[in-house]
């Protein structure tokens, strides 16, 4: 598999971005914590590859400490 895109890959970044933030609308923390974790299972089962998951997993939780 290829390596996970880190360099800006959206063609319309500020729509995507205004999507995700709509997907929290009128949410709790509760579901809005589940409606992250759903999104993320959905794209994961999109790109399919359990090594590219894993490297995404792993740049996500190294930028949190940096």
């Known amino acids: 598999p290829m390596p996970v895109t ?4 959206l063609s319309a970044p500020d729509d995507i971005y205004e ?3 709509r997907l929290h ?8 914590a589940a ?3 759903r999104l993320i299972l959905i794209l994961a ?3 399919g ?3 590219v998951i894993r ?10 400490n940096p």
């Open 6 to 9: 880190t360099a800006p890959n």
């Open 19 to 21: 999507a995700i933030i």
């Open 25 to 32: 609308d009128g949410l709790t923390d509760e579901e809005s």
């Open 35 to 37: 409606a992250n974790a």
């Open 45 to 47: 089962n999109h790109i």
């Open 49 to 51: 590859e359990a090594d």
């Open 55 to 64: 490297e995404a997993v792993a740049l996500a939780r190294n930028s949190l």
